[in-house]
């Protein structure tokens, strides 16, 4: 059984920092790829970042390129998201996401989330 969990989130004010941390179990996260997803108030869910666990490439959505950075330690199987210089529009609810393949990036498998609020 897949579960991933999400930690790290919080309050914290504009232009801080926070590590957000996705533990994966029944999952190998160097299997093919992972993702960050957001889901903001009134929103729909969606992805920010993604990395293809082979090769280690990455992919960032506009808004949070230059300040988020996703990795992923597979001694630890777990995924990350460091958040630099947080503006109060990066407040939602943070979701981790696994792959359901080993070839194709098609998200299958989901956290519960983790809040992040960003105040100005």
């Known amino acids: 059984q897949v579960q991933l969990v999400e930690s790290g989130g919080g309050s914290v004010q504009a232009g801080g920092s926070l590590r957000l941390s996705c533990a994966a179990s029944?999952?190998?996260?160097?299997?093919?790829?992972m993702g960050w997803f957001r889901q903001a108030p009134g929103e729909e869910r969606k992805e920010i970042a993604r990395?293809?666990?082979?090769?280690?490439?990455?992919a960032y959505v506009d808004s949070v390129k230059g300040r988020f950075t996703i990795s992923q330690d597979n001694a630890k199987n777990a995924l990350y998201l460091q958040m630099n210089s947080l503006k109060s529009e990066d407040t939602a609810m943070y979701y981790c996401a696994a792959a359901g393949g080993v070839i194709s990036c098609q998200f299958a498998y989901w956290g519960q989330g983790t809040q992040v609020t960003v105040s100005s």
């Open positions: 990395i293809y666990s082979r090769s280690g490439s990455t």
């Open positions: 029944g999952y190998t996260v160097r299997r093919a790829c």
